[in-house]
């Protein structure tokens, strides 16, 4: 009986085959669900789990550190949107931090615009904070705090170096019981080298970015370099399962651009994601199968 890559639950117990621990084998697999993951529909595979996510939890919190749109002109590629849109509209608390004045406005409209609450559905808080998300989130979380079985889902999809480490620390802290807020953190893997070598400030920058531990970091290379980030996860921030869902360059698959690197304590997390995986490309080969219940948690 298999053990699958990160979750420590049995394939056999779901039918279904997990990602399996070798990325290289990982990424050959990804690839033969018919479209590996694209940037394009990055977006897509986030609203997907979190669709995935309701099912077992009927309620949670979602919170965007990042919440501005990368393409403002493809709506259909703005996660924050997708999430909010996403039926049923199980998800209770939503908190989205942005940088650029243009775009918080955007997150303005897009809360706004949101239709009205139906019956049965729950009531919705929808906050938006303009600002550095790094100097902002403290504040946020010390005034509302997160209740230990608050079911909590942090998107941290900076750019390349935007996220700092302390922050991502913070938000693995925040609960000091029941699980910890899942986290899926953007790990900018294909082009960190080439941004190492513009930056001006450079230890300064990575000091911030991924702590002092950033030699260790840079000296190894492409997928051990995903697998060393990801252990950190584990290790550090001490996450019970963690890992790392290859985005590659286009439709036909292309070169592996960056990985979204899935942190929880809840150990149907990384399956669902996978699942996810699989439904945002629309693959369905033996993704029917898979058997998980809310009554399996
Ligand atoms: C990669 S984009 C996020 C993409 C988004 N998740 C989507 O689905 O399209 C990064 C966003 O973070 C914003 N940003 C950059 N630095 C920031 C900071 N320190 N705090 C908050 N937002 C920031 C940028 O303006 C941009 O909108």
Redesign the pocket.
């Known amino acids: 009986m298999e053990r699958s890559a990160a979750s420590g639950v049995t394939e056999s117990e779901y039918l279904f085959e997990m990602p399996p621990q070798d990325l290289r084998a990982a990424q050959r697999k990804f690839k033969q669900l018919g479209y590996p993951i694209w940037t394009e529909n ?2 897509k595979l ?1 609203e997907r789990y979190l669709y995935f996510f309701v099912q077992i939890t009927h309620g949670g919190i979602y919170i ?8 403002p002109d493809n709506p259909h ?6 999430v909010l849109e996403s039926k049923p509209r199980w998800l209770r608390r939503f908190y989205l ?4 004045q243009a ?1 918080v406005r955007a997150l303005q409209r897009l809360r706004d615009n949101q239709p009205a609450r139906k019956p049965k559905e729950p009531q919705r808080i929808i906050r938006i ?1 303009p ?6 989130i403290g504040r946020v979380l010390a005034r509302n705090p997160i209740k230990p079985k608050e079911p909590t889902f942090c ?1 941290l ?3 390349t170096f ?3 480490w302390a922050s991502v620390e913070l938000i693995a802290n925040h609960k000091t019981s029941g699980n910890k807020i899942e986290l899926f953190y ?1 790990f900018p893997n294909s082009w960190l080298d080439r941004s190492v070598s513009g930056l001006k400030d450079k230890a300064a920058t990575l000091k911030r970015w991924w702590g002092a531990d950033w030699q260790a970091l840079l000296s190894r290379r492409g997928l051990q370099r995903a697998k060393y980030a990801t252990e950190r996860f584990k290790t550090e921030l001490g996450y019970e399962y963690a890992y790392p869902f290859p985005i590659f360059e286009r439709q036909s698959g292309g070169k592996q651009m960056y990985f979204m690197i899935h942190a929880s304590d809840h150990k149907d997390a990384t399956l669902l994601m996978y699942r996810a995986y699989a439904k945002a490309v629309g693959a369905q080969a033996g993704i029917e199968q898979m058997e998980f219940s809310a009554a399996s948690k």
């Open positions: 990055k977006a986030i965007d550190a990042f919440a501005g749109s990368q393409e590629m703005w996660a924050a949107k997708l931090f942005e940088l650029n775009k904070y600002g550095d998300f790094n100097k902002n998107l999809d900076q750019r935007e996220c700092d953007f």
